[in-house]
């Protein structure tokens, strides 16, 4: 036996090889990661509060705005970004890069979800925590970002892999934006997310209040529709973090709410209180602290 015969064949154990990708890919996510200016993660302890929603109407406004802006769908079991944003293509690969070329959305918007690599809408992802956190490193890490101004991502309910990847891998994290209802069981596990973040050290943005009120179309009157008490207001006072604005519930399909997206190419209610939403939060962002 030769001298260099051993060190060859450890290189090739498949446990050094796999050591090696993995050692890799997080170099390329962490040279992905510093392409991007600002990173801003959409999140939310219940699920179905309006996470997709702020996500897909906040790049939007980015991207009118003049932004460079992506969009990623870390949702892997329940992606729907896409349909939000009016896309569904499979993305292509740079042949030189070999890097995944993610999908142009409305005003240039780069998009990335799991929707694009499965066979149709309804064909499920059955997948338990490894493979689902291995999708989201390479969306971070072999996805052709580019350089761009922000890049927001929409996270799945709840504390779970998802919310510890993305707070762990994407650095600098400029921070997270909460989701919630005014209703207890969501104020309860926003409350826990907050906690996490904290934990963490992950700033939080902001929190916004969706569905907060819905107005009869026929008679203007205003009700406030999880109870009298503004829960979310009042938790972002409790964890002392900044209250981003209420979203009133917006009768018929609500998707893109920017207005010249909207059914009747108007403003509405909603729409305006993504504006100021948005405008908050871009400051709360461009402060840094
Ligand atoms: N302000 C609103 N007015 C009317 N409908 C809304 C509003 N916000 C969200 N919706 C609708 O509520 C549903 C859930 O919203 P969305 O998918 O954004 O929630 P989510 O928090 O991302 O859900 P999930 O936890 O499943 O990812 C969607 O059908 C969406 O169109
Ligand atoms: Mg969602």
Request: with cysteine; glycine share 10%; charged share 20%.
């Amino acid at each position: 036996m030769t001298d260099d015969k051993p060190d060859a064949s450890l290189k090739d154990s498949p446990t050094l090889k796999r050591k090696a990708e993995q050692l890799e890919l997080e170099n390329r996510i962490k040279k992905a990661m510093e392409g991007i200016s600002h990173k801003i993660a959409v999140i939310s302890g219940k699920g179905g509060v309006g996470k997709t929603t702020v996500s897909a109407n906040i790049a939007m406004r980015l991207a009118l705005a003049g932004s460079k802006t992506g969009c990623l769908d870390v949702d892997i079991t329940g992606p729907n970004l896409h349909k939000l944003l009016g896309v569904n293509t499979n993305p292509a690969i740079d042949p030189e890069t070999r890097l995944i070329v993610p999908v142009t959305g409305p005003g240039g918007i780069k998009i990335m979800s799991m929707a694009f690599l499965l066979d149709s809408d309804d064909t499920p992802v059955i997948w338990r925590g490894p493979m689902k956190m291995g999708v989201i490193r390479e969306f971070l890490g072999n996805v052709q970002w580019g350089a761009l101004d922000y890049l927001v991502i929409d996270l799945p309910p709840g504390t779970g892999d998802e919310v510890l990847d993305i707070m762990q891998l994407v650095k600098p994290l400029d921070g997270i934006v909460l989701v919630s209802t005014s209703q207890e069981l969501s104020l309860t596990s926003v409350a826990k997310t907050a906690t996490m973040a904290g934990k963490m050290d992950v700033r939080i943005l902001g929190v916004i209040e969706n569905m907060s009120t819905y107005t009869c179309e026929q008679c203007q009157h205003t009700v406030r529709l999880f109870g009298e008490e503004a829960g979310v207001e009042q938790l972002a006072g409790r964890f002392n973090i900044p209250f981003l604005g209420s979203i009133p519930l917006e009768p018929g399909r609500m998707q893109q709410l920017v207005p010249a997206a909207t059914a009747s190419g108007k403003e509405t209610p909603a729409s305006r209180a993504i504006d100021g939403i948005f405008a908050t939060l871009k400051k709360q962002v461009e402060r840094k602290t």
